[in-house]
């Protein structure tokens, strides 16, 4: 069983940047690939990065691209996701979220169903 608490939102202005992180507790976090996800309200839950077991691997969805960036620190149980240029359309509520892999390139997992475990959320609010 794994536990993730993520931290860092918060409010921000347009143009601005945060960064999140997401501590895991239970399981062997180097064999989980780990994503950030955002939902905003009445809207669904969107894919917003992935990053492999060994962190050698990213993925990104189309609206964030080029702004935020994944990455993790195995030792330190801890994934991260630095959001540059803030736009209010990044306004949401930001989830990590795990998934046990059997082997490196199983890494690729963008559809939220096919994780298994979840934090709690941080809120993330950038004013115009």
């Known amino acids: 069983q794994v536990q993730l608490v993520e931290s860092g939102g918060g409010l921000v202005q347009a143009g601005g940047s945060l960064r999140l992180s997401c501590v895991a507790s239970?399981?062997?976090?180097?064999?989980?690939?780990m994503g950030w996800f955002r939902q905003a309200p009445g809207k669904e839950r969107e894919f917003v990065a992935v990053?492999?077991?060994?962190?050698?691997?990213?993925a990104y969805g189309d609206s964030v691209k080029g702004r935020f960036t994944i990455a993790r620190e195995n030792a330190k149980r801890t994934v991260y996701l630095q959001m540059n240029s803030l736009k209010p359309e990044d306004t949401a509520v930001y989830y990590c979220?795990?998934?046990?892999?059997?082997?490196?390139?199983?890494?690729?997992?963008?559809?939220?169903?096919?994780?298994?475990?979840w934090g709690q959320g941080t809120q993330v609010t950038v004013s115009s």
């Open positions: 979220a795990a998934k046990s892999t059997g082997y490196s390139g199983d890494w690729y997992i963008t559809a939220a169903l096919q994780y298994a475990y």
């Open positions: 990053i492999s077991r060994s962190g050698g691997n990213t």
């Open positions: 239970g399981g062997t976090f180097n064999t989980y690939a």
